[in-house]
């Protein structure tokens, strides 16, 4: 129904922003994510997905409309709810959702506060697909990157290096070089831990 909103940036918090549309103040909720990308310009623009429930009517804000999607395509799965959505955007980047989703890597959505084993299974049974369809992901790429990427977290635990200082440090990496090799990301991973 509201698809978005284009208007001048109220007050901008962490977990919401409200943004004036000709008068009328809209309350946006957003991520951390989304909260990164905005800057403190007056003018914003955000993609959003509106949920109605029978008590209320709430507004999900986006920076770009591949987060959107990705929301859109995390509440699809039966037991993940709009915050638990929200909380998988702000505590990974939304490529990272995407390609451990597409590579099946559990451990990466189970890692997100209020994720179990079997809701991350679940998100990649019901969403693989998806993910690989909608963002026309190549599987061979998702999966050997992903393997990379785990072969040197591990060697970088082995010399005593926190997990999850080393995946976020690995993760910016492999943003920058998709294809890196394992060699590569520890070397580079070395000089920023």
């Known amino acids: 129904m509201i698809t978005h909103l284009s208007g001048r940036l109220i007050e901008k918090n962490p977990t919401h922003v409200i943004i004036d549309c000709n008068g009328v103040g809209y309350f946006i909720n957003i991520s951390l994510h989304t909260f990164s990308?905005?800057?403190?310009?007056?003018?914003?623009?955000?993609?959003?997905h509106l949920q109605v429930k029978e008590d209320s009517h709430t507004?999900?804000?986006?920076?770009?409309?591949?987060?959107?999607?990705?929301?859109?395509?995390?509440?699809?799965?039966?037991?993940?709810?709009a915050n638990i959505a929200r909380t998988m955007l702000s505590s990974l980047h939304p490529d990272q959702i995407k390609q451990a989703i597409a590579s099946g890597n559990v451990s990466t959505i189970q890692s997100i506060?209020?994720?179990?084993?079997?809701?991350?299974?679940?998100?990649?049974?019901?969403?693989?697909d998806k993910i690989l369809k909608v963002f026309d992901?190549?599987?061979?790429?998702?999966?050997?990157?992903?393997?990379?990427k785990?072969?040197?977290?591990?060697?970088?635990?082995?010399?005593?290096?926190?997990?999850?200082?080393?995946?976020?440090?690995?993760?910016?990496?492999?943003?920058e070089t998709p294809d890196a090799t394992v060699e590569?990301?520890?070397?580079?991973?070395l000089k920023k831990l």
Do not use: H, P, W
């Open 59 to 81: 507004l999900y804000g986006f920076v770009d409309k591949m987060e959107r999607e990705i929301f859109r395509l995390l509440i699809s799965v039966s037991g993940i709810g």
């Open 113 to 128: 506060k209020g994720i179990g084993a079997k809701t991350a299974q679940r998100v990649i049974l019901d969403l693989k």
């Open 184 to 189: 590569k990301i520890i070397k580079e991973a």
């Open 37 to 48: 990308g905005i800057s403190d310009g007056e003018a914003l623009r955000l993609y959003t």
């Open 150 to 175: 785990e072969e040197a977290l591990s060697a970088l635990e082995t010399l005593g290096f926190a997990r999850k200082q080393a995946d976020k440090v690995c993760s910016g990496i492999l943003k």
């Open 137 to 148: 992901i190549d599987l061979e790429s998702a999966v050997s990157s992903n393997t990379n």
